[in-house]
């Protein structure tokens, strides 16, 4: 979906208030809190419970740095007025990104078991063209490039950094048209997962960005990745609480996890997304393939 940020006279002109909002932009402090939260109570019991519970403790560094280095006031970004604003592959970023890597890393190296420090000592240790290289490919999403320990580290410090970002742009916006479903028409990465809501967005479907957090208004029965309306099918584990949900389609052989917050409001995308591994497990063994990104486990590389 293109949808376009709007200028300042854009928005003066703009005369219907009750549109439904295309884009729902993140509150990072309220997000935080709720993801780690979230993590935790699905770690109870769970198989994967040690790697959610490292999830939960990544989230609450992002929170801490957060709080204790909030970014400051960037210059132009109030003028930013276009599709995708803070396109991951083409923003020239502020390398106060390497300074919230330094301060995940400390937050949580204190929790950190053997195999995690030692993933940590080698961030520590590297270079920083090395790093703003790694971050590059990672959003370029050429994950081949980085290993996925290190991945989940550099893209919380990037993700950090991308969230405070569009709490400076304006977000006012309208819808251009209907294509590009599978980017954020904020960064332009790759959704999570899409979560259909309650309260005064009832029924709504709104996919959720992987970098910048940012969410978008789409129609459900309708794939995320390639537009196509016929033959989507619905998958679950457990078709009695289906809170996690995929939908598949048979046009791009792709699926994205849908989740509802009618059976579950405290569900959440990525923690949910996490902890629901195993559909993602059955689905591949069908020959589909996912077409979101999960911020908190990369693909696994060969080298």
Same mark, same amino acid.
């Given at each position: 979906?293109?949808?376009?940020?709007?200028?300042?006279?854009?928005?003066?002109?703009?005369?219907?208030?009750?549109?439904?909002?295309?884009?729902?932009f993140?509150?990072?402090k309220?997000?935080?809190q709720?993801?780690a939260? #979230?993590?935790?109570s699905?770690?109870?019991?769970?198989?994967?419970?040690?790697?959610?519970l490292?999830?939960?403790?990544l989230?609450?560094?992002?929170?801490?740095?957060?709080?204790?280095?909030?970014?400051?006031?960037?210059?132009?970004? +109030?003028?930013?007025?276009?599709?995708?604003?803070?396109d991951?592959?083409?923003?020239?970023?502020?390398?106060?990104?390497?300074?919230?890597?330094?301060?995940?890393?400390?937050?949580?190296?204190?929790?950190?078991?053997?195999?995690?420090?030692?993933?940590?000592?080698?961030?520590?240790?590297?270079?920083?063209?090395e790093?703003?290289?790694?971050?590059?490919?990672l959003?370029?999403e050429?994950?081949?490039?980085?290993?996925?320990d290190?991945?989940?580290?550099?893209?919380a410090a990037?993700?950090?950094?991308?969230?405070?970002?569009?709490? +400076?742009?304006?977000?006012?916006?309208?819808?251009e048209d209907?294509d590009?479903? +599978?980017?954020?028409?904020?960064c332009? $990465?790759?959704?999570?997962? $899409?979560?259909?809501q309650?309260?005064?967005?009832?029924?709504?479907?709104?996919?959720?960005?992987?970098?910048?957090?940012s969410?978008?208004?789409?129609?459900?029965?309708?794939?995320?990745?390639?537009?196509?309306?016929?033959n989507?099918?619905?998958?679950?584990?457990?078709?009695?609480?289906?809170?996690?949900?995929?939908?598949?389609?048979?046009?791009?052989?792709?699926y994205?996890?849908i989740?509802?917050?009618?059976?579950?409001p405290?569900?959440?995308?990525v923690?949910?997304?996490?902890?629901?591994?195993?559909?993602?497990?059955?689905?591949?063994?069908?020959?589909?393939? #996912?077409?979101?990104?999960?911020?908190?486990?990369?693909?696994?590389?060969?080298?």
């Amino acid at each position: 979906m293109s949808i376009k940020i709007l200028s300042v006279d854009e928005i003066k002109q703009k005369t219907n208030s009750y549109d439904v909002p295309p884009i729902l932009f993140a509150n990072p402090k309220n997000l935080y809190q709720r993801r780690a939260k #979230r993590l935790r109570s699905l770690a109870e019991n769970h198989p994967l419970a040690n790697y959610l519970l490292f999830a939960a403790d990544l989230v609450e560094s992002q929170l801490a740095v957060l709080e204790n280095q909030p970014l400051a006031p960037q210059e132009n970004l +109030q003028n930013l007025a276009e599709i995708q604003p803070l396109d991951a592959k083409t923003f020239k970023r502020d390398d106060i990104w390497l300074t919230y890597l330094t301060a995940i890393l400390a937050e949580i190296k204190p929790k950190a078991n053997d195999q995690i420090l030692a993933t940590i000592e080698l961030l520590e240790k590297s270079a920083k063209s090395e790093l703003e290289a790694m971050a590059t490919a990672l959003l370029s999403e050429e994950f081949n490039l980085v290993s996925a320990d290190k991945a989940v580290f550099i893209w919380a410090a990037l993700s950090l950094y991308w969230v405070q970002l569009t709490q +400076q742009i304006p977000h006012n916006c309208r819808v251009e048209d209907y294509d590009n479903l +599978q980017h954020c028409p904020v960064c332009g $990465s790759a959704p999570v997962a $899409s979560i259909v809501q309650i309260g005064t967005s009832q029924g709504l479907r709104y996919v959720h960005c992987s970098l910048c957090e940012s969410e978008w208004n789409l129609v459900r029965a309708q794939c995320t990745n390639c537009n196509n309306q016929k033959n989507i099918e619905m998958w679950s584990l457990d078709e009695k609480l289906a809170v996690v949900r995929a939908e598949s389609c048979h046009e791009c052989e792709s699926y994205l996890k849908i989740m509802f917050q009618e059976k579950d409001p405290y569900v959440e995308p990525v923690a949910d997304d996490l902890a629901s591994l195993f559909l993602d497990i059955e689905l591949e063994e069908k020959g589909l393939f #996912r077409s979101g990104l999960n911020p908190l486990m990369f693909p696994a590389t060969e080298s």
